[in-house]
């Protein structure tokens, strides 16, 4: 089954809300008109048995009293009935022939022995419910009789049944009317989202520049608006990224095949002498290294950036920092750089051990290759703040502080390591940041140019 659309749900819930209040408003006013109308119907019972009292002690007839009733309550008061009960609850005079015998309850009989009246609705199988007052007539602190009162409730029955079928008409009609309406008006609220959206189907990745325009009211549609139109920076960031990096690697891997490619057409020129080829293929086996390399940091800056790939194990980085170190003083062999560790504690944190070992491995392997004869490189683990910290310090060449906001961006050469002997292809320090970034933490530097570096990974402990 097809879902409903936005506007026809936003109309059916305006309309079911309506319902429920309309609903609740007219069981409340039902109540309160039956209890007004019963109220009015008590009122006139008191009345008329005051009326049949004071006559009565009076002296008067019944005609007199009945003219009395309608002289003072006017005609449609003429239905009720009385009649006078002995303290015992013997009929003593009745004003007509009575639509009913009214009895004299037993809750009725007690409340008269206090003194006190009672208002009761009794069901007449012939005409229908009907409103019985009985009052209690003392005389020097004795009762003496006791008057009874009654008014059939036909025509407030009548009065409430209609009510009730205009409610039924009317608040069907109103729902059916606020759905329309609201249909119509969730429409035009909703143009602007459609309009919005119109706009968003035009823009392709070749024209991720647009944005989406605000109308300036800082509404709901403006927030939307804002939102997507963030959304849309980043994608355009995202594939002016994309596009970059897919030039650089495409540029880092036509260096060495064109190398290659070099080598093998001057071999195949003429004849060479094995000693020749043994040292063109020796020559073209580099090469190959340094694309493989280059293929094999590719692949895992593309895990990495993407967190795919990555298992969430318990490491123990005191293991890894301590074989980076090893790593470090096998590469600072024969050039004067001291390689030594400072402070080692023991860190564990959750992610996958051989990503990390790579990214120190990147520092350490930069920090030697940076820093002159007679420098020192420094490695240290610590746990501060609940979280764990690699720190790589050198006393290099350092950074220059207008270069420290893109060392972390791929295939980056500072000035100071443009020479390709120096070895990498620029995606170092990309991979640290990228690796590091996927296990929740995150990487800084801090560099005085001519001074050297200071390189700090901080993890989440597990």
Do not use: C
Not at 53 to 58: A, S
Not at 349 to 356: F, I, K, R, S
């Amino acid at each position: 089954m097809r879902p409903l659309s936005l506007r026809a749900r936003l109309a059916l819930w305006y309309a079911g809300v309506l319902l429920a209040i309309l609903v609740v408003m007219s069981a409340l006013s039902y109540s309160l008109l039956r209890w007004s109308l019963l109220q009015q119907v008590d009122a006139s019972l008191a009345s008329v048995a005051q009326i049949v009292r004071e006559t009565d002690e009076r002296g008067a007839g019944d005609s007199e009293v009945e003219r009395a009733i309608r002289e003072l309550l006017g005609p449609g008061f003429s239905d009720r009935y009385y009649q006078f009960l002995d303290p015992e609850g013997r009929s003593r005079f009745r004003s007509g022939p009575p639509p009913m015998v009214l009895p004299l309850t037993p809750e009725a009989r007690a409340n008269a022995a206090q003194g006190r009246r009672t208002l009761e609705t009794l069901e007449d199988p012939r005409g229908g419910p009907v409103r019985l007052l009985t009052v209690p007539v003392l005389r020097e602190g004795r009762r003496v009789e006791i008057i009874q009162v009654s008014a059939p409730l036909a025509r407030l029955r009548d009065s409430l049944a209609g009510y009730l079928t205009t409610l039924l008409w009317l608040v069907p009609v109103a729902v059916a009317l606020a759905a329309v309406g609201g249909f119509v008006i969730t429409g035009r609220a909703l143009r602007p989202v459609r309009d919005m959206s119109r706009a968003a189907r035009q823009i392709t990745a070749e024209d991720l520049g647009r944005r989406l325009a605000r109308r300036g009211a800082e509404d709901e549609i403006d927030h939307l608006a804002d939102t997507l139109n963030t959304m849309l920076a980043g994608l355009e960031a995202a594939f002016a990224q994309a596009r970059r990096f897919s030039a650089d690697a495409a540029h880092e891997l036509r260096t060495p095949l064109t190398a290659l490619k070099g080598e093998i057409e001057v071999a195949l020129r003429a004849g060479r002498s094995p000693e020749e080829y043994r040292r063109v293929l020796h020559s073209s086996l580099e090469e190959v290294e340094q694309l493989i390399r280059v293929a094999e940091d590719l692949l895992l800056f593309s895990r990495s950036s993407a967190a795919l790939g990555l298992p969430r194990d318990r490491v123990d980085l005191e293991p890894i920092v301590l074989e980076a170190l090893e790593a470090g003083v096998r590469r600072a062999h024969g050039t004067g750089v001291t390689v030594r560790a400072e402070d080692i504690e023991p860190v564990t944190v959750l992610g996958e051990g051989g990503a990390l070992r790579r990214a120190v491995l990147n520092l350490v392997d930069n920090a030697v290759k940076y820093t002159p004869a007679g420098g020192k490189v420094s490695l240290s683990l610590l746990v501060r703040d609940g979280r764990g910290l690699i720190i790589v310090q050198d006393t290099g060449i350092g950074i220059d502080p207008a270069d420290r906001a893109r060392i972390f961006d791929p295939f980056v050469r500072l000035d100071a390591a443009r020479s390709r002997d120096a070895g990498g292809v620029g995606l170092g320090l990309a991979l640290v940041r990228s690796i590091v970034a996927a296990h929740g933490g995150t990487v800084d530097v801090e560099s005085t140019s001519g001074a050297g570096s200071r390189f700090t990974i901080r993890l989440p402990l597990a």
